[in-house]
């Protein structure tokens, strides 16, 4: 194919060919698009998607490589990772930034794909949450001026995670700072936020933005403020206006779902999560979710992204090693009920949660 490019009274054009990417790069399937039905498909080859990978840890950002003074700012410190035990993952030729600085998370990202998952999840901002040191910004406390050093890092990682077959979930805020830009209004400071991540990321060929991890009014007491129905349908509006992929948009409970099934809303699908030790409400709450979809007019993508209860959920090989639970309640019973994927959390009480 050939295409004209015209500006200013300049012309030109340029030759696209067939990709030469093969095996599990995205780049060589297409985007991976919501068709209206309970699985997402590339636009190139046509083939339906399902993921499996780590929803944990959300502070998979919170990396001691990346600029700014996070890791040193005294807040939550002991969380900021060096994904030391990964290093030895990293592979000749696989990017790196400011003299060799990237090798553990990068190691984590082949590691991953190496075991044969093709997603993973974190959150591009944790300030007020349950850890407190990633954010786009500049400051902890500066919501109006991006650290593009530090975005151009955060996208190396996101690139290499793209030709490897990944998958990349973003989680836009936690249940504890949901409200934490506009008091949970879509002012000034979220729009800015959502813009950021739809300009600098929203090219990548198959991701999906959770407006929410445990979102809206579900717990006692929220440490920030909770966000209202209006608030919910009108974030999932302004990507549906802005993000020109138009990328899969979901949101995950806290709050179940039943005040988004109308038609102004713009969600996709869920992100949804469970409270079994043994897995056994996957089946029966993913049937639930797509039949009410349907019959809404809706026809919700749902994946199944924390499943278990939040104490043990997948434990270690160590206390488990067989598994059987989480494969036939969680992974199988995701599945044959119509989910379009599964992302495993590891629960707190146990070590390496």
């Given amino acids: ?34 068709v209206g039905g309970p699985y997402l498909q590339f636009a190139e080859t046509g083939e339906y998607f399902l993921k499996a990978g780590a929803d944990a840890p959300e502070n998979l950002l919170a990396y001691v490589d990346f600029d ?25 030729g696989d990017p790196t930034w400011q003299n060799g600085k990237g090798k553990g998370l990068i190691g984590a990202i ?33 919501f109006d001026r991006m650290d593009v050093s530090k975005l151009d ?17 973003f989680k836009l805020s936690e249940v504890e700072n949901q409200g934490l830009l506009d008091n949970g209004a879509l002012g000034v400071q979220r729009k800015l936020y959502y813009r950021e991540l739809i300009a600098r990321f ?24 909770w966000q209202t129905t209006t608030q919910r349908l009108a974030m999932a509006r302004f990507f549906y206006d802005n993000d020109p992929y138009r990328h899969h948009v979901v949101i995950h409970n ?38 009410l979809s349907d019959e809404a007019g809706r026809h919700w993508a749902v994946a199944v992204d924390e499943p278990g209860d939040h104490r043990y959920s997948l434990v270690p090989d160590a206390v488990d090693p067989e598994h059987d639970l989480a494969r036939q309640n969680a992974l199988w019973g995701a599945l044959m009920a119509g989910a379009w994927g599964v992302e495993w959390y590891f629960g707190y009480l146990h070590e390496h949660s």
């Fill in 202 to 225: 929203g090219h990548h060929l198959a991701l999906n933005w959770n407006i929410g991890e445990e979102n809206g009014k579900w717990i006692g007491k929220h440490p920030t403020p």
């Fill in 254 to 291: 806290g709050q179940l779902f039943y005040d988004l099934l109308g038609p102004e809303s713009k969600y996709t699908g869920l992100s949804l999560q469970t409270n079994r030790e043994d897995f056994g409400n996957v089946h029966r709450e993913v049937l639930r979710w797509r039949r």
């Fill in 110 to 142: 082949n590691y991953l794909a190496d075991k044969g998952m093709n997603a993973f999840s974190f959150l591009p901002l944790s300030i007020a949450g349950d850890d407190l040191n990633v954010y786009p910004y500049i400051d902890y406390a500066v």
């Fill in 1 to 34: 194919r050939q295409m004209c490019i015209r500006d200013s009274g300049l012309t030109g054009t340029f030759e696209v060919g067939p990709t030469d990417k093969s095996g599990r790069d995205l780049r060589s399937k297409g985007r991976l698009n919501y």
């Fill in 153 to 169: 890092q955060w996208e190396i990682v996101f690139e290499h995670a793209t030709r490897l077959g990944m998958f990349l979930h």
């Fill in 68 to 92: 700014g003074h996070f890791a040193t700012d005294g807040r939550k410190d002991e969380l900021v990772k060096t994904w030391e035990p990964h290093v030895k993952d990293w592979k000749e």
